[in-house]
C-alpha cells in the first residue's frame, strides 16, 4: 500500500526505530512530520529523507518531558497542515539496569516523563488535527516491559512503570475515541534487532522462527493495521520473545 495521501507525525524520529519508521513512511509517499530532542538530530533525519526524492518531510524539536515543547510541535505542525493522519508515539527514554538504587532521582523522573506524560500529552496535543482527519490512527510503541509480568528484561523500573502507564492509557483510549473513529494501536515488543534502512543489511537481516524480532517487521505490522479498512480496530501486537 502506497501512503501519499497520508500525513504522519512521528515522535523520537532522530535515530533508531523512529528514523527507521520516517525513512519508510516517506518511502512510501507519506507526508511526515518528525521529532527529536535536538533539532539538529531531526535535520539529519529530514536530509537523509530528502536525498532520498522525498520533499514533504519536516524537522521539529520536541522535549517529551516538556509540556511546553510538546505544544509548540503541535503548533508548528498545525502551521503546514489541518490534519494528522498518523500519529506514531515512538518517543520514550530507556533506562537500564536491574537495580532501583542504580538511577539517579533525576533519570527516574525523565524516563517516567518521557514515556507516560509525554505521551498523553502528544495524544492531547495533537487530537485536535486527529480529529479533522477521515483515517485517524494513534500508534504507540510500548514495550514487552508494559505487559503485565513481563520480567525478562534487564530495563530499570522506572521504564517499566512508564512502559505499563502507557499501556493503560492507550487500553481506556482506544474505547473513549471509538465513537469519534479514532484507532488506537500498540504494539508490545520485546528487544529487537533495528537494522538501518538505508543498509544492504535491510532486505538481507535474518526473519526465520529462531530469529529475534526485527525492526522490519515492526514497520509491517504497523503499514499492516493502518492500511485495514476502518471497521479494523487492531488494538495491540503482542510478540513471542525468543
Not at 536525498?51 to 510541535?73: E, K, Y
Not at 514495550?143 to 502507564?165: E, L, N, Q
Not at 493503560?168 to 500498540?186: A, D, M
Request: include cysteine; charge should be negative; glycine fraction near 4%.
Amino acid at each position: 500500500m502506497r501512503f501519499d495521501d497520508h500525513r504522519v507525525v512521528i515522535t523520537a524520529a532522530g535515530r533508531d526505530f523512529g528514523r527507521t519508521l520516517a525513512i519508510r513512511l516517506a518511502d512510501l509517499g507519506a507526508e511526515v512530520f518528525l521529532s527529536a530532542r535536538s533539532l539538529a538530530a531531526a535535520e539529519r533525519v529530514r536530509d537523509e529523507i530528502r536525498a532520498r526524492g522525498h520533499r514533504q518531510v519536516h524537522a521539529h524539536a520536541c522535549d517529551l518531558t516538556d509540556p511546553a515543547s510538546i505544544r509548540d510541535f503541535a503548533s508548528a505542525v498545525t502551521q503546514h497542515t489541518d490534519r494528522v493522519d498518523i500519529l506514531i508515539n515512538n518517543g520514550s527514554r530507556y533506562l537500564e539496569g536491574p537495580d532501583l538504587q542504580s538511577a539517579s532521582d533525576a533519570d527516574v523522573v525523565d524516563t517516567i516523563a518521557s514515556g507516560a506524560t509525554g505521551t498523553v500529552l502528544t495524544v492531547k496535543s495533537f487530537l485536535p488535527l486527529l480529529l479533522n482527519s477521515n483515517k485517524p490512527d494513534v500508534v504507540t510503541m510500548v514495550s514487552a516491559c508494559g505487559t503485565a509480568g513481563h520480567h525478562r528484561s534487564d530495563a530499570h523500573d522506572a521504564f517499566y512503570a512508564a512502559k505499563s502507564a502507557q499501556a493503560g492509557f492507550t487500553e481506556i483510549l482506544s474505547k473513549r475515541l471509538r465513537p469519534q473513529g479514532v484507532r488506537v494501536i500498540s504494539l508490545y515488543p520485546p528487544d529487537f534487532d533495528n537494522t538501518d534502512p538505508l543498509s544492504e543489511e535491510w532486505k538481507s537481516t535474518p526473519r526465520e522462527a529462531k530469529d529475534a524480532l526485527t525492526s522490519q517487521s515492526l514497520v509491517e505490522c504497523i503499514l499492516f493495521a493502518v492500511a485495514q479498512p476502518r471497521d479494523c480496530f487492531i488494538k495491540s501486537f503482542h510478540f513471542e520473545q525468543v
